[in-house]
T-cell receptor, first 116, second 109 residues
Framework: DAGVIQSPRHEVTEMGQEVTLRCKPI?????LFWYRQTMMRGLELLIY????????DSGMPEDRFSAKMPNASFSTLKIQPSEPRDSAVYFC??????????????FGSGTQLSVL | GQQLNQSPQSMFIQEGEDVSMNCTSSSIFNTWLWYKQEPGEGPVLLIA?????ELTSNGRLTAQFGITRKDSFLNISASIPSDVGIYFC?????????FGTGTRLQVFP
């Protein structure tokens, strides 16, 4: 049973370039989350979707960041233009969310982003 | 963003020893999850807790949902080298999961 799949695993780019991170959630899951992990700030929630609809994007740092979920099996996180301070590990996670709180979040392996 | 306080920040122990770590918050949570992260990988779910006072085991791991609903504890018994990693707690009270700052565990043979 495939878990959450992220690509690429590593991305090195130059400041000012556009970066697109991709995520395929676990089949059957209806919620998808994008997190960013840094040494200084730990794991931060950027945005999450429920049934492909963005529910809360209050964690998105700036307008340079955008996320889409065109269908239940695919999501992208885009940074345009990228800056060195965007360097971090970006995780996608998915869950099956129903009424009530018995939810388990499953993470992908992450994308290590380095902006030079 | 909001984070939970985890302690200790790091632990260096000998193989065979027991490990205890905890997570505290000023807010009440309805769910506590414990994750382990190894280098180059995403966090992996270890244990999920849904009721105050609940005690749940997963092999050598035991976690408890604090009675006050503001804390949770994770114990690892008889540690082994593959227990090395960063352990995160995560709490949920509405629709968002808030992560702790992590406890880095090193196990020496």
């Amino acid at each position: 049973d495939a878990g959450v799949i992220q690509s690429p695993r590593h991305e090195v780019t130059e400041m000012g370039q556009e970066v697109t991170l991709r995520c395929k959630p676990i089949s059957g899951h209806n919620s998808l989350f994008w997190y960013r992990q840094t040494m200084m700030r730990g794991l931060e929630l950027l945005i999450y979707f429920n049934n492909n609809v963005p529910i809360d994007d209050s964690g998105m740092p700036e307008d340079r960041f955008s996320a889409k979920m065109p269908n239940a099996s695919f999501s992208t996180l885009k940074i345009q233009p990228s800056e060195p301070r965007d360097s971090a590990v970006y995780f996608c996670a998915s869950s099956y969310r129903t009424q009530g709180l018995r939810e388990k979040l499953f993470f992908g392996s992450g994308t290590q982003l380095s902006v030079l | 963003g909001q984070q939970l306080n985890q302690s200790p920040q790091s632990m260096f122990i000998q193989e065979g020893e027991d490990v205890s770590m905890n997570c505290t918050s000023s807010s009440i949570f309805n769910t506590w999850l414990w994750y382990k992260q190894e280098p180059g990988e995403g966090p992996v779910l270890l244990i999920a807790l849904y009721k105050a006072g609940e005690l749940t085991s997963n092999g050598r791991l035991t976690a408890q949902f604090g009675i006050t609903r503001k804390d949770s504890f994770l114990n690892i018994s008889a540690s082994i080298p593959s227990d090395v990693g960063i352990y995160f707690c995560a709490g949920r009270n509405t629709d968002k999961l808030i992560f702790g700052t992590g406890t880095r565990l090193q196990v020496f043979p």
